[in-house]
T-cell receptor, first 112, second 116 residues
Framework: AQKVTQAQTEISVVEKEDVTLDCVYE???????LFWYKQPPSGELVFLIR??????QNEISGRYSWNFQKSTSSFNFTITASQVVDSAVYFC?????????FGKGTRLSVIA | GAGVSQSPRYKVAKRGQDVALRCDPI?????LFWYQQALGQGPEFLTY????????KSGLPSDRFFAERPEGSVSTLKIQRTQQEDSAVYLC??????????????FGDGTRLSIL
C-alpha cells in the first residue's frame, strides 16, 4: 500500500535561514512518481516538482532543491535563504500511476 | 480562464440539505480530479474523470456523493443529505494529459463547505 509520511507538522525559521522538509514514502512498486506541492493561505495547491523512481538525480531550481534517495525512501525538500513568501503548507505526494496519495503536510512559517 | 476555477468559494448548509459544487478546469485539460481536504490534513482523492468518463470513484465516501462531467469540461460534485462530517474543503484539479495519473495537476482554490 502507498503511504507518505511528513513527520514535521510545523517548522518556524527566521528569514534567510535554510530549511529542509522531510518526506518518507512507502510503495511496493518499482515505478512510481513523487511530487511536492505548496499550499499558501489562499488554499490553491501549487505544483513544485515531479520525480520518477528511475531518476535519482537531485534537482535545484533557484532557492529550491530536492534530494531523492531510494535507499532510504526519502524525497526531501530544501529551501535556501528562506523568505517570508515561502510561508505555506508543503505537501509531499506519491503516485504509482494511481490517484495521488498525499502526506499530512508541513506548515512552514518564515519570520521576518 | 487561466486557472482552475471553483464555485462557490464558501458554502454553508444545514444538515440534510443537498449541495452542488462546481469546477471549471483549465481549457483543454483532459483529466479532472476531486479531492476532500479536512482541516490540518492532506487532500484525499475522491474521483477522477478523463473527458466525460468517470474512470475512478473509489474515494467517494458514500453513495451520497456523486460527481459528473457530462461534456468533458465543467464538473459538478453533488452531496446529498449532507452530514456534519462532510464539512471540509473540496479541491478540484485538472491535468493536460489523459495518459496517466502521474501528471502534474493544477488545483483550484477550493470550496470550503460547512455543515451546520
Amino acid at each position: 500500500a502507498q503511504k507518505v509520511t511528513q513527520a514535521q507538522t510545523e517548522i518556524s525559521v527566521v528569514e534567510k535561514e535554510d530549511v529542509t522538509l522531510d518526506c518518507v514514502y512507502e510503495t511496493r512498486d518499482t515505478t512510481y512518481y513523487l511530487f511536492w506541492y505548496k499550499q499558501p493561505p489562499s488554499g490553491e495547491l501549487v505544483f513544485l516538482i515531479r520525480r520518477n523512481s528511475f531518476d535519482e538525480q537531485n534537482e535545484i531550481s533557484g532557492r529550491y532543491s530536492w534530494n531523492f534517495q531510494k535507499s532510504t525512501s526519502s524525497f526531501n525538500f530544501t529551501i535556501t535563504a528562506s523568505q517570508v513568501v515561502d510561508s505555506a503548507v508543503y505537501f509531499c505526494a506519491l503516485s504509482e500511476d494511481t490517484p495521488l496519495v498525499f502526506g499530512k503536510g508541513t506548515r512552514l512559517s518564515v519570520i521576518a | 480562464g487561466a486557472g482552475v476555477s471553483q464555485s462557490p468559494r464558501y458554502k454553508v448548509a444545514k444538515r440534510g440539505q443537498d449541495v452542488a459544487l462546481r469546477c471549471d478546469p483549465i481549457s483543454g485539460h483532459v483529466s479532472l480530479f476531486w479531492y476532500q481536504q479536512a482541516l490540518g490534513q492532506g487532500p484525499e482523492f475522491l474521483t477522477y474523470f478523463q473527458n466525460e468518463a468517470q474512470l475512478d470513484k473509489s474515494g467517494l465516501p458514500s453513495d451520497r456523493f456523486f460527481a459528473e462531467r457530462p461534456e468533458g469540461s465543467v464538473s459538478t460534485l453533488k452531496i446529498q443529505r449532507t452530514q456534519q462530517e462532510d464539512s471540509a474543503v473540496y479541491l478540484c484539479a485538472s491535468s493536460l494529459g489523459g495518459g496517466g495519473l502521474n501528471q502534474p495537476q493544477h488545483f483550484g482554490d477550493g470550496t470550503r463547505l460547512s455543515i451546520l
